[in-house]
């Protein structure tokens, strides 16, 4: 049975629009605000279990009793992680780099 009555963790507007398009809306968007600094030599597959697990421990806990969606999003090329592009230019340079 889908759970309809929830709360979504994620600023993204893309996830929204996800949800959205399959016939879920979220009753709040309360996204939570952790820290995803990575750790010295961490790996992609390991940063990004650890930031989705954190994500969800202090959506849970900051929203007892309900039901909440959360995730994460990363970039990755071959072993480096793409941070979010902070602007237009730097953007630009991410694209590039994806595209060979």
Do not use: H, W
């Amino acid at each position: 049975m889908a759970v309809k009555d929830f709360i979504l963790a994620s600023s993204s507007p893309q996830r929204r629009a996800l949800l959205t398009q399959i016939g879920y809306e979220p009753k709040q968007i309360r996204p939570v605000d952790i820290d995803e600094s990575e750790l010295l030599d961490e790996l992609p597959l390991p940063y990004i279990r650890r930031i989705a697990r954190a994500k969800a421990l202090t959506a849970a806990k900051l929203n007892p009793g309900e039901n909440v969606l959360c995730a994460d999003t990363i970039i990755v090329v071959g072993q480096k992680i793409i941070r979010k592009s902070p602007d237009a230019e730097a953007q630009r340079k991410v694209m590039k780099l994806l595209s060979g």
